[in-house]
């Protein structure tokens, strides 16, 4: 059984990244390997006195127009695409001087590190690799005889590889390397057409192509049957992906996506008022805002301290050490912040599952980014619900207007419904959320959940939903939703109006003397 080495005589390296780069192509000279390198890369290795041939005198032409043009040429190319044991090919090569090239090493250039600044739309075209992607593409497609590394995470991976084989590499190898290339040029092109869809006001182009980096592989996925993997993309938006894993175990599947619920959630609320936001199973179970984070995490755990157990706790300020020791009084699964104090950190540490993540900032809520999700055959994209409430466009549409401390409760409920899932009803008072109904087929079950909890959380006390407000995330279809809220105590609605029965709608809210107000906006999350 053949195993198909091939020795690696000559290399060509070009590298945006120069993390590594002396040590590994010190290495490869060490093994009688040619380097051929082009401007700042070739430049580095002749300081540090590494061979290197410049990629000038491989072809014969000078680098020009600010370095666009230096690896476009038939000498590189005919040197990566050769097939090696083919006479056309052989003799192409002599007759015009080609001579083979057997490893391409390439990083590109920084453009996802240039979107991630913020950079200015020039400086972004600058940023833009024509000839790296190029070399990789051709490298890879020729991997039969041809090794390409495109991360500097390889270097001692394929090091490795030429120890192991006395100076080549396996075929297996080479495919495995060229599967790898091929995802990083199409991550960073998708990186680039994504960009210039934005720049170009372009909701629905007609090609569309999401990439990302591996981040982590998963031990499962939802289930335990189920191969699951988390890819960090280019988007520089704090979060999940961006945060420092302090302690605790392995992040799952769940918790991510928990996490990443909890997080853009509790980024609603101005970091200037503390709030936090406990989630589970993507869907919060308690939502405060408060003078502390303390005062807040407490009003959280309130509105339902059962299904809280297990759950995920987000801060929207820099974790305390009061806060931290109220937390890890009962079983949390992750707690993300932006920062965390080191009185708080030591006080979590003595908790070694308990995840600890800092995400550095909050994400803008109104930021005009896309969600991606998958169905049979597809991808869904769609902007993210940016949809912020503006209390100017408010319509009261009762006999009586809310009170001005029922209309902050009826702001603060809203944040939190756009953030529950569909059918969405959720009871607030004083800056908390008293009851919350989720995910329910009807409106009138959510709203009867909701107000099931706050009696459950009250025990023998009067549940806390009695002169509480009550948001919903869309219209109330019939009275009978809005008279299961008004059985549950609630004085206040907000909601987006539009219903054929709003008229009804609005009779029995004046009926029973209470306010209610139309937002004119949605938020269906399913």
Request: charged share 20%; hydrophobic share 45%.
């Amino acid at each position: 059984m053949t195993i198909d080495l091939a020795t690696i005589g000559r290399a060509l390296i070009s590298v945006s990244d120069k993390s590594g780069l002396i040590e590994f192509a010190r290495a490869l000279a060490g093994r009688g390997v040619e380097i051929v390198s082009t401007g700042g890369t070739a430049s580095a290795l002749a300081r540090d006195g590494v061979p290197v041939v410049d990629v000038g005198a491989l072809t014969g032409f000078p680098e020009m127009m600010d370095g666009r043009l230096k690896t476009l040429h038939p000498r590189v190319h005919g040197g990566l695409l050769a097939i090696r044991n083919d006479p056309a090919h052989l003799a192409s090569m002599i007759a015009h001087g080609i001579v083979p090239i057997d490893l391409l090493v390439v990083n590109l250039y920084p453009f996802e590190d240039a979107l991630r600044r913020g950079a200015p739309f020039d400086d972004m075209i600058e940023n833009i690799d024509i000839g790296g992607p190029a070399m990789i593409r051709a490298a890879a497609k020729n991997h039969r005889d041809v090794v390409t590394i495109v991360d500097t995470a390889d270097y001692s991976t394929l090091l490795e590889e030429l120890n192991a084989n006395d100076g080549s590499t396996r075929l297996s190898f080479r495919r495995a390397m060229a599967q790898k290339a091929y995802a990083r040029t199409a991550a960073y092109d998708a990186a680039i057409s994504n960009w210039l869809a934005r720049e170009t006001d372009q909701a629905a182009p007609t090609w569309r192509a999401f990439g990302g980096k591996l981040s982590s592989a998963l031990r499962y996925g939802e289930n335990p049957h189920q191969a699951a993997a988390f890819y960090v993309g280019p988007e520089a938006r704090p979060g999940v992906a961006t945060a420092r894993q302090l302690q605790g175990k392995e992040l799952s599947y769940n918790n991510i996506a928990d996490t990443d619920a909890a997080y853009e959630l509790v980024a609603e609320f101005d970091a200037k008022t503390p709030a936090v936001a406990i989630i589970k199973h993507a869907n919060p179970c308690g939502v405060a805002v408060g003078a502390t984070l303390l005062e807040a995490y407490e009003k959280a755990l309130a509105c339902d301290p059962v299904s809280a157990f297990g759950g995920i706790v987000a801060l929207n300020q820099r974790l305390d050490a009061a806060a931290a020791r109220k937390i890890v009084e009962i079983m949390t699964e992750v707690i993300v912040a932006p920062e965390a104090d080191e009185e708080a950190i030591a006080i979590i540490a003595k908790r070694k599952n308990l995840r600890l993540l800092l995400a550095g900032a909050l994400p803008d809520p109104g930021a005009p980014t896309l969600t991606v999700r998958s169905v049979a055959g597809g991808l869904l994209v769609q902007g993210r619900d940016n949809g912020r409430l503006d209390p100017s466009a408010l319509q009261v549409v009762t006999k009586r207007a809310p009170t001005a401390a029922e209309l902050a409760d009826l702001e603060f409920a809203w944040r939190v419904c756009k953030h529950v899932k569909s059918n969405a009803i959720v009871y607030a008072k004083y800056g908390a959320t008293v009851g919350i109904g989720a995910g329910q087929m009807s409106r009138v079950d959510s709203a009867r959940v909701a107000a099931q909890k706050a009696k459950d959380a009250a025990g023998a006390g009067s549940p806390a939903t009695v002169g509480s407000v009550v948001a919903s995330d869309a219209f109330f279809p019939f009275a009978d939703g809005l008279i299961a809220t008004i059985e549950a105590g609630a004085t206040a609605v907000i909601q987006p109006g539009g219903s054929l029965r709003d008229a009804e709608v609005i009779a029995a809210a004046d009926a029973a003397g209470i306010a209610m107000v139309f937002t004119g906006m949605r938020h269906f999350r399913h």
